[in-house]
């Protein structure tokens, strides 16, 4: 099977492609704007605008390719259009382009934070949200005793597949906050945490060094449902010094990589 005639690699990433596949995805970029036929000539065209210098031969065989692999439709003698599946290949290319932007810009991000933000951030968390929970013990009503079991059952199946993110704890600790009845605490604790950054970097940590947030979760809701507001605040406190304790042998093992042997 020769190179074009592979499937099409939707899921990789402009870097690692070989030059006649980013042509191929090129062409289909192309198409997705367009809404009348294109033939090679003008894709040609087309193409050496967008920095891609290539024969009108070598643009031909890129639009049989992709007629094999059924992502574009010939009409006649007038060229090609993008068919349905072209357009959501050309849409998960897109999307995976992003992702990969993104990461390298969170990955920045990350390392521009300095631990003692992060420490300063989860010490003024503790200080609030031992008292949440506290408060959660003892006045929450049943139904959002069961929303809790129910964010906690969706995280533990989350955290088996190592798919649970910041999203995911930030539900469970503002349901607490809410079930806690004082909205002086919750607004406090919103503006603590409506940073999104800190929350993806504190995720991403806990990922490296292994954390358990759906057990620590779950020794605060265990308390909440049996309305002991004393084990309640012990679990809470627990659950932020573990995170602190996150950041902190996170750092070490950078530090140490960064020192080198």
């Given at each position: 099977?020769?190179?074009?005639?592979?499937?099409?690699?939707?899921?990789?990433?402009?870097?690692?492609?070989?030059?006649?596949?980013?042509?191929?995805?090129?062409?289909?970029?192309?198409?997705?704007?367009?809404?009348?036929?294109?033939?090679?000539?003008?894709?040609?065209?087309?193409?050496?605008?967008?920095?891609?210098?290539?024969?009108?031969?070598?643009?031909?065989?890129?639009?049989?390719?992709?007629?094999?692999?059924?992502?574009t439709v010939k009409h006649g003698f007038k060229g090609r259009v993008i068919s349905a599946t072209g357009k959501k290949a050309v849409e998960e290319a897109e999307k995976l382009r992003r992702q990969e932007l993104?990461?390298?810009?969170?990955?920045?991000?990350?390392?521009?934070?300095?631990?003692?933000?992060?420490?300063?951030?989860?010490?003024?968390?503790?200080?609030?949200?031992?008292?949440?929970?506290?408060?959660?013990?003892?006045?929450?009503?049943?139904?959002?005793?069961?929303?809790?079991?129910?964010?906690?059952?969706?995280?533990?199946?989350?955290?088996?597949?190592?798919?649970?993110?910041?999203?995911?704890?930030?539900?469970?600790?503002?349901?607490?906050?809410?079930?806690?009845?004082?909205?002086?605490?919750?607004?406090?604790?919103?503006?603590?945490r409506q940073s999104k950054q800190m929350a993806m970097i504190l995720e991403y940590i806990r990922k490296e060094v292994k954390g358990t947030l759906a057990v620590e979760h779950a020794n605060i809701l265990k308390?909440?449902?049996?309305?002991?507001?004393?084990?309640?605040?012990?679990?809470?406190?627990?659950?932020?010094?573990?995170?602190?304790?996150?950041?902190?042998?996170?750092?070490?093992?950078?530090?140490?990589?960064?020192?080198?042997?």
């Amino acid at each position: 099977m020769s190179r074009l005639a592979e499937p099409y690699p939707g899921s990789e990433f402009y870097s690692t492609m070989p030059e006649l596949r980013k042509i191929e995805l090129e062409i289909l970029k192309i198409l997705y704007h367009e809404d009348k036929p294109l033939g090679s000539g003008q894709l040609r065209s087309l193409l050496a605008e967008r920095g891609f210098r290539v024969s009108e031969a070598t643009a031909g065989r890129a639009l049989s390719a992709l007629d094999q692999k059924g992502l574009t439709v010939k009409h006649g003698f007038k060229g090609r259009v993008i068919s349905a599946t072209g357009k959501k290949a050309v849409e998960e290319a897109e999307k995976l382009r992003r992702q990969e932007l993104y990461g390298a810009r969170f990955i920045n991000i990350l390392n521009s934070q300095r631990q003692e933000d992060l420490i300063e951030m989860l010490e003024a968390r503790r200080a609030i949200e031992r008292e949440l929970a506290r408060l959660a013990a003892i006045n929450a009503t049943e139904g959002e005793i069961e929303l809790l079991k129910a964010i906690l059952l969706e995280q533990e199946q989350l955290a088996a597949r190592n798919e649970m993110s910041a999203e995911h704890d930030l539900k469970f600790h503002r349901l607490i906050a809410q079930a806690a009845k004082n909205k002086v605490l919750a607004a406090a604790l919103e503006l603590i945490r409506q940073s999104k950054q800190m929350a993806m970097i504190l995720e991403y940590i806990r990922k490296e060094v292994k954390g358990t947030l759906a057990v620590e979760h779950a020794n605060i809701l265990k308390a909440i449902i049996n309305r002991d507001p004393d084990e309640a605040e012990r679990a809470m406190i627990a659950h932020i010094e573990s995170l602190i304790s996150d950041v902190i042998e996170y750092w070490k093992k950078k530090n140490h990589l960064e020192s080198g042997p």
